[in-house]
């Protein structure tokens, strides 16, 4: 009988000891580790965003370009056709 007593208190020791590690590591994770997370995340985030940002500019920018090429491309078209046109009269 004081065998299974010195077992029964052993093992609620064993649980005592378990359950406070345990509130141990989740009052550390909702007050250090979470919070941390969360920062890391949102400075992700940002920089995510701010190279969004970013890329969106460089195509706009590349889309104004393009279209800036094609109307000197047509301009010049049309400045070799009026000039073949003007040769062919002559």
């Known amino acids: 009988m004081e065998s299974c007593d010195a077992k029964s208190t052993e093992s609620r020791n064993e649980y005592l ?3 406070a590690a345990a ?9 250090t580790d979470l919070p941390g997370l969360m920062e890391v995340t949102l400075l992700c985030l940002a920089g ?3 190279a969004e940002n970013d890329f ?3 195509k706009k920018t590349l ?3 393009d279209t800036l090429f094609l109307l000197l491309l047509h301009l010049y078209a049309r400045t ?11």
Do not use: G
Request: glycine share 0%; no cysteine.
């Open 56 to 58: 969106s500019l460089k």
């Open 48 to 50: 995510f965003n701010r």
């Open 23 to 31: 509130n141990a590591h989740q009052v550390r994770y909702f007050s």
């Open 17 to 19: 000891m378990a359950l």
């Open 80 to 90: 070799v056709r009026d000039a073949i046109y003007v040769l062919i009269e002559k």
């Open 63 to 65: 889309f104004t370009l």
